[in-house]
Every structure is written in structure tokens, then in C-alpha cells.
């Protein structure tokens, strides 16, 4: 039986008065003949009184709250106490409902899962953004929203709070732009989120070869434009990727700016014998310096003197000396000759139709970027027409608010490529910096919308929400229930939702978000009565109209109580609450805290 303070305080309440109304009887005769015969049985007398008027009120009230419990079980309110915990050290406390969140339990993460019109955005979302952006340390984050509507009542808030310049929108008409490939991290890392983000939006195969093949295109690609000094962005991607011609020429730049001029040069020996072509076609001249042959670096005399691999010509002893050696470091060369050595040795030798498979699954991505202009202007900048977002580390730094406002309604393909691109380069930027790094948030409503798993790789939600406390990170998804994610990522929403250590409950419309509510809230012990009736009787007789008689009987009756394990909130009561009702399972940082009932103050 459970002891809680409230029912301790009642009773020592309670014998406090009992104590007043009826104090111990001194001018007792009884009492005063065994003070005079005996005056130590006397005190353990008055003692006895005193402590028995505090106690039995105590163990009278425990008995009746185990009476309750085991005839009612369904007044689980009764039995809940609320947890609350002030913040210290000027510590971010989120309060929903009476129920107090301290900032350790947030960066825990916390998940609202109800029905459609339950109040999730107006009694949890609402509320939560308005205590997070007033605290005083400007927390930043980001916003990822499906219906278009959200966005505008975090604008708002930062508005009545005087924080309106920390407003940061993303939109394809009027707002800021952001390009997803302008973060300060290697080629290979940007190639690998975005085919993260290939394999979440169209599923991944049991082959690994074809992610890998993305990741060592686009890595190749991401970094020859890096070499060249110009944008990465989509379009440029998307352009390499669709043209052969286009691929060659960016290599080409690349190289002109690594390496400077370049020149083939060839012994006397081996000009000889082909001195007509080498002279005619390639524009071999002698040089007296270097004494030998030389000629400007050129694909086509590249592909002369060393011929790709498979093929039946020989090649043709040549030295490659680069005019650019005392300009470009050694480092900026070797990442040089990376992308020329996957450029002549890997992709250059694949077949026709491989390359195709690989260059196509690919550019379905980037294609939109392409085909819609606005779509590419906001997400591929390259002008200063509209305020252009820099990266996610420097709008958590500055504690800007990012509101990704791109509502499903107008393409639910886009939207999704869109929310989770934005998503994931914030959570690469949280999970990149330092050691006691400034408080942040992630908000996502909708977040069926935006969910994606990782499995073998260490890109997903359910991974980022594992380790994002540590970088102080307070991850808040609301979604309508497990079969909506189910719906995206399979069976992996429950390693997802394991992830997110504070829940609240509001009314669920399916029984399979029930039923995992309920058994995640835990059982307890319950009394449970049975009845039994018996008749006994002797000389019982059958007359002839079928009737039994006796003449001694009799009839007992009895009831039994047994102990049995119960939900304490069945699946049932989760489908029965009414708007702005939740039943909360709250995690402060140390430990969790038994699920109660709460009712939230809607916006």
C-alpha cells in the first residue's frame, strides 16, 4: 500500500484535533488510584493516548484510500498526485498542466501523441513555445510544422516578447532562403546526408552497393565544386549529374584552379616515332628548359597518352608537370587528385547503363529544385535578392527561431523533401558542436510528416533524440498516434518513441495507440472481490409435478477478495478524454514519475 504525504498530513491533522476535543482524562478516579499505585504504568497509559489520538485517524484514512482503490479502480485520480519541481539556477521549467518539466527533462525529449482536434498544438505546442522563447537566455531552434499555421503563432510570440528580429522564415515567396550545402563540413559528409535523405523519402534496398554508389557521386561532385571555388547547391548537383559534358568541364575547372597551367611532356624517343600526330593534333614544341616535348594538358591528350583501362592501345611514357606547385598546398592537391582518380578510374570505366541507374535515382531528388523556379530560388541561392539563412549553427548560436513554412496542402511530395532536408541539417549541426553548448530546441508538429528512421545508420530521429540531450538539444514532436508513424517508419516507431523520455497522452482514436498507452503507463496491484453462493438440503424429494423439496436446508453465501495486477489506466480511458485532457508520463532528468491525469490550458 502506497503512503503519500498528503494522506500522512490529513491524519496527523485529524489527531491533532481529536487530541484538543477530547485531552487525556486526569480527574479520572481510575487513573489518579493507578498514578498513586503505580506511576510508570500511569505515563505508559498517557502516552499511549496521546500517540494512539495521531495514529489511528492516519491508519483509518490509509484504509480507506485502499477501500477506494480496490472497489473503484477506475478513480485513478484519486490515487495521483501531481509532480512539480521548481527550476534552479535560472534554469528553463516547462509547465504543462501543473505538471513541471526542469530543463534536464526536456533535453530528454518529449512526445504528444493524440487525435486529430485533441488539443496537441493548442494545449501542448502553444504553451511550451511561449515559456521556451521567454526565457532569458534567447533560446533558438527550429520550427517544422504541416498545416501552415503554426509558424505564424511562434511569430507572434517572439513579437509580444520583443524578440521579433530573432523571427527567421523560410518560405518559397517572400521569406529567407536556405541552401542545405552551404555548411562548413566535407564533401563526404553533405553526400552522405543527402543520400540519408534519398533512402528515407524512397526506401532503401537490402543492396548496399547503389547508396554507396549515390554517396561516392555526389561526394565526388560536392567536392570538385568546393576545389573550383563556386556554389554547392542542388542545381549544380543536379547538373552534373544529367550531363557528361557538364561533369568533365567542372573537373576541368578544378583542376585549372589546384594545379594552374598544366603540361604533357615527352622524351625525343618518344616523340619521334609520332611526331606527325603529336605535332599536328596535340601541338607538341620543343622546350629547351625542360628538353623534351611539350603540350598543354587537355582530355583528349590525356586519354592519347594514357588510355582507360580495357582499352587496346598502350600508353605512351609521358610526364605531367603542373605550373600551379608552388601556389596550391598539398592537401588542396591530394583532394585533387581524389576526384580525377574516381573520375578516370571509377566513372569513366562503369557501363553506360550503371551510370545511368545511379545518375537517375539521383536527380529524382534534385529534379524539383530544378523544374520549380521558386522551389530552386529559395533552396539554391545565388544572388542577394532575399536574406539568405548562412547555416543551423549560426542561427543556434544567435538564438533565431527557424520556421520552415512550407504547408503540405501545396505538394505533399516537396513539403516532405523540403521539412526533412531542413531537419536533418539541423540535427547535424546540434549533434556537431562543442562542449557546453548553448540551449536549443526542435519543434515539430505533424511529425509523421518529417519522421525518419536510420536503421544501420546513424542519420535517423531515433538515433538524433539518444544523443541530442548531451548537446542541449529539447526535442517536442506531437503526432496523431503510432499508426501514423507506423505508416512512415514501420515498426521503428517504437525505437523512436523510446527515445523521447516525457509523454502526454490526449484523446487517441485507434486502439493500437491505446493499448501502447496504456501498457506504457504500467499496472499496480488491485483487490478484486468473487462471490460464492451454496445450498444445502437433506431427504430431498420429486413429487410427480417435477418439484424439489426438502425438509432441513439451507443456504450460505460468501465473498472473497483476490490480489490482481490491472492496468492503471486501461485502454479505454485514453479514448474517453476529452479535449485538453492528457494523461501525462513525466520524466525530470533523474527519474520517472508515476502517469497522472492533467488537464492543459489551452492558448
Not at 290 to 295: C, I, M, N, R, V
Not at 430 to 453: G, H, I, W
Not at 525 to 543: G, I
Amino acid at each position: 500500500m502506497r503512503i503519500s504525504l498528503f494522506q500522512v498530513g490529513v491524519g496527523l491533522a485529524v489527531g491533532y484535533g481529536v487530541s484538543q476535543r477530547v485531552p487525556w482524562p486526569a480527574s479520572d478516579l481510575i487513573l489518579q488510584q493507578i498514578y498513586l499505585r503505580d506511576p510508570t504504568c500511569y505515563e505508559y497509559l498517557r502516552w499511549s493516548w496521546v500517540v494512539l489520538s495521531f495514529t489511528t485517524p492516519t491508519l483509518g484514512l490509509l484504509w480507506c484510500a485502499a477501500q477506494v482503490r480496490a472497489w473503484f479502480p477506475s478513480l485513478k485520480k484519486l490515487d495521483r498526485f501531481v509532480y512539480k519541481s521548481a527550476a534552479k539556477n535560472g534554469e528553463l521549467a516547462l509547465e504543462l498542466g501543473g505538471v513541471t518539466i526542469p530543463q534536464k527533462g526536456l533535453v530528454a525529449g518529449v512526445a504528444v501523441i493524440g487525435a486529430t482536434r485533441s488539443g496537441k498544438t493548442s494545449g501542448v505546442l502553444y504553451p511550451a513555445m511561449r515559456q521556451i522563447l521567454g526565457h532569458k537566455n534567447r533560446i533558438g531552434g527550429l520550427v517544422l510544422e504541416a498545416k501552415g499555421d503554426f509558424c505564424y503563432q511562434v511569430r507572434d510570440v517572439l513579437r509580444a516578447l520583443g524578440r521579433e528580429e530573432d523571427y527567421v522564415e523560410v518560405n518559397i515567396t517572400d521569406g529567407w532562403r536556405f541552401n542545405p550545402l552551404a555548411p562548413s563540413l566535407d564533401a563526404y559528409t553533405l553526400a552522405f546526408s543527402v543520400t540519408a535523405l534519398l533512402k528515407n523519402l524512397y526506401g532503401s534496398s537490402n543492396d548496399q552497393f547503389w547508396p554507396l554508389a549515390y554517396t561516392s557521386l555526389m561526394s565526388s561532385v560536392i567536392l570538385a565544386l568546393k576545389l573550383s571555388g563556386e556554389a554547392v547547391t542542388f542545381q549544380d548537383i543536379y547538373q552534373c549529374c544529367m550531363s557528361a559534358t557538364a561533369l568533365e568541364k567542372l573537373i576541368s575547372r578544378a583542376e585549372k584552379v589546384v594545379d594552374g597551367e598544366r603540361w604533357f611532356t615527352v622524351s625525343k624517343e618518344t616523340y619521334g616515332p609520332r611526331r606527325q600526330i603529336m605535332k599536328d593534333s596535340y601541338g607538341f614544341e620543343w622546350d629547351e628548359r625542360l628538353g623534351s616535348y611539350k603540350a598543354i594538358w587537355t582530355e583528349k591528350l590525356n586519354d592519347y597518352l594514357n588510355p582507360p583501362h580495357g582499352s587496346r592501345r598502350h600508353s605512351i611514357p609521358n610526364e605531367l608537370i603542373r605550373g600551379g606547385d608552388t601556389e596550391a598546398n598539398q592537401k588542396t592537391k591530394d583532394m585533387m587528385d581524389a576526384v580525377r582518380l574516381w573520375y578516370r578510374d571509377e566513372w569513366r570505366n562503369m557501363e553506360h547503363k550503371l551510370k545511368t541507374a545511379i545518375s537517375l535515382s539521383v536527380t529524382a531528388f534534385l529534379k524539383p529544385f530544378v523544374e520549380n523556379p521558386a522551389l530552386g530560388t529559395t533552396f539554391c541561392p545565388k544572388d542577394d535578392s532575399r536574406p539568405i539563412l548562412d547555416s543551423m549553427e549560426w542561427s543556434i548560436e544567435q538564438g533565431k527561431v527557424v520556421c520552415i513554412n512550407f504547408p503540405s496542402v501545396l505538394s505533399p511530395g516537396i513539403a516532405r523533401i523540403v521539412g526533412v532536408m531542413s531537419k536533418l541539417c539541423f540535427e547535424t549541426a546540434v549533434k556537431c558542436r562543442s562542449s557546453n553548448p548553448r540551449p536549443c530546441f526542435l519543434v515539430m508538429d505533424e511529425y509523421q510528416e518529417f519522421a525518419t528512421v536510420g536503421k544501420t545508420d546513424p542519420c535517423g530521429d531515433e538515433e538524433f533524440f539518444n544523443v541530442c540531450g548531451q548537446a542541449g538539444c529539447m526535442s517536442i514532436i506531437a503526432t496523431q498516434g503510432v499508426n501514423s508513424l507506423r505508416s512512415v517508419v514501420g515498426e521503428s516507431y517504437k525505437t523512436i518513441l523510446q527515445g523521447l523520455r516525457s509523454k502526454f497522452f490526449l484523446t487517441l482514436a485507434d486502439s493500437d495507440s491505446a493499448k501502447y498507452a496504456s501498457d506504457l503507463c504500467g499496472q499496480h496491484w488491485v483487490y478484486t472481490p468473487s462471490y460464492n453462493l451454496s445450498e444445502q438440503a437433506q431427504q430431498a424429494k420429486l413429487s410427480f409435478g417435477k418439484m424439489v423439496s426438502s425438509k432441513p436446508g439451507g443456504i450460505s453465501a460468501g465473498k472473497h477478495y483476490n490480489q490482481q495486477k490491472r492496468n492503471i489506466f486501461e485502454p479505454g480511458e485514453f479514448t474517453s478524454l476529452a479535449n485538453h485532457e492528457a494523461i501525462a508520463l513525466v520524466y525530470d532528468g533523474d527519474r520517472p514519475h508515476e502517469p497522472c491525469r492533467v488537464t492543459l490550458n489551452p492558448a
